[in-house]
């Protein structure tokens, strides 16, 4: 059905349009009196109330435009402009508790008002509530990230509050140090490691990173921790007393022109510019395969004996086409390698470092290690990880792949059938990259 306009609205409405009219001229006297004939007739019009509020509130008139706010909330509690006016004419009034009810029932209209949200932080700022201000800023800091446009008065604004919210942190986690250092002495290893990742998280000074198996086998529920307990490698010590051994043999193939070793990354032609493209073909990281994807190279082997022998004492899982790979991997100078995941989670990655100049490092989410010739270390390639050398020397680690310890030797042995069963099927395994 058609509305149509009583001669009552009428009027109203030409009162409103001419009010505005004076508002934009600078005819503030005539546009309050004009807002106040809408209200005589009118009383609970949203609007007028609201304007005649902002009007009393820049002239000082705080306790007015808090009635007049009021007014308007009552008549339109949904509008969050209204809620904001009222806390601003309550913090005008030194009303806290008042200001604080206003905020709130902004933000039960929509919790991502962001005046709101500010103003509720610096209430509690102001209050001393620093908990709850720190909660509400960082809410803050998030939302302004999203917003188009951001006047200078802001920006300052936002900064104070970064470094208001990086005091908190850095007072919490004082206190935490402070408290729990009698208990987490008595900690080592693993466990340890796992309680200071979730203080650290706790205080959004990392990140917790889960596993991420780019086209390959997710093994579900398998711990995702980012470097694997020592204790769980017992051949770790017979590897590692091999290091100088081991070593010899891989810089003899240097010597002898770099016998074996070939760019890592060699990407199919017309692939699309990736974060692998400027390693692609580029000998600034390159590997020699003594074992790839479960086959031999049997003359890389005969010129490296000491390090086959090794290798075939631990024992390395065979899976067709998937396992063992073993390497020497070499990254040259002032190169690095992008953030990146593996395939599966069913394997752990074992590093054995052999030439490690200063400036070498690698960052397994949210971990980050030096290299220790002759220290092995296993690590979960299917979360995130980066390696750099920014050195002027090589860096030359041999690296290999094994079970994931968490594995037991059922669930290896139902693994390797059903690798074998779908490549029988015609499916074939991917490549990967497992640095």
Not at 157 to 181: I, K, N, P, S
Request: some cysteine; aromatic content about 8%; charged content about 25%.
């Amino acid at each position: 059905m058609e509305h149509v306009t009583s001669p009552g609205e009428g009027k109203i409405e030409r009162l409103l349009q001419s009010a505005a009219s004076a508002q934009q001229q600078g005819r503030q006297a005539e546009a309050v009196r004009l807002f106040e004939e809408i209200v005589a007739q009118l009383p609970d019009h949203a609007i007028a109330l609201n304007a005649l509020g902002v009007h009393a509130l820049a002239t000082g008139a705080a306790a007015r435009a808090f009635d007049l706010f009021g007014r308007a909330t009552r008549a339109d509690p949904h509008a969050t402009t209204l809620w904001v006016n009222l806390a601003n004419a309550a913090r005008a009034l030194r009303d806290d508790e008042a200001e604080r009810t206003a905020l709130l029932a902004a933000l039960a209209v929509d919790q991502t008002e962001f005046v709101a949200l500010l103003r509720l932080a610096q209430l509690h700022q102001r209050r001393g509530e620093h908990a709850d201000a720190a909660a509400r800023w960082e809410t803050v800091l998030g939302l302004a990230v999203h917003l188009p446009q951001r006047p200078a008065d802001l920006e300052a604004l936002l900064a104070e509050a970064r470094d208001y919210v990086e005091r908190q942190r850095q007072g919490l986690a004082a206190t935490l140090e402070d408290g729990l250092a009698a208990n987490r002495a008595r900690l080592a290893g693993t466990p340890r490691r796992r309680f200071d990742a979730c203080v650290d998280h706790m205080l959004g000074r990392r990140r917790i990173f889960a596993n991420i198996c780019e086209g390959g086998v997710h093994y579900p529920f398998l711990p995702a921790d980012e470097f694997f307990d020592r204790d769980l490698f017992p051949w770790f010590a017979g590897l590692e007393a091999k290091t100088d051994a081991i070593r010899a043999e891989a810089q003899a193939l240097l010597d002898d022109g770099g016998r074996g070793f070939a760019p890592y990354v060699t990407q199919p032609a017309g692939m699309p510019p990736n974060k692998w493209t400027a390693l692609d073909g580029s000998h600034d990281w390159s590997a020699c395969y003594l074992w790839k994807y479960g086959v031999r190279d049997d003359a890389l082997c005969a010129a490296c004996p000491e390090t086959a022998a090794e290798i075939e004492v631990l024992a390395p899982p065979h899976v067709p086409h998937r396992m063992p790979t073993v390497f020497f991997s070499l990254l040259r100078p002032r190169s690095r390698l992008p953030a990146h995941t593996g395939v599966t989670n069913t394997r752990a990655i074992i590093h054995l470092p052999l030439v490690v100049p200063p400036g070498c490092g690698f960052r397994v989410g949210g971990e980050t290690r030096e290299w220790r010739v002759g220290e092995a270390f296993a690590f979960d390639d299917t979360i995130e990880h980066e390696a750099w050398n920014d050195s002027d020397e090589p860096r030359l680690v041999l690296i290999l792949d094994h079970w994931n310890p968490h594995l037991s030797e059922d669930e290896q042995r139902m693994l390797v059938q059903l690798f074998e069963t779908a490549d029988a099927s015609g499916h074939r395994p991917d490549t990967s990259v497992v640095a």
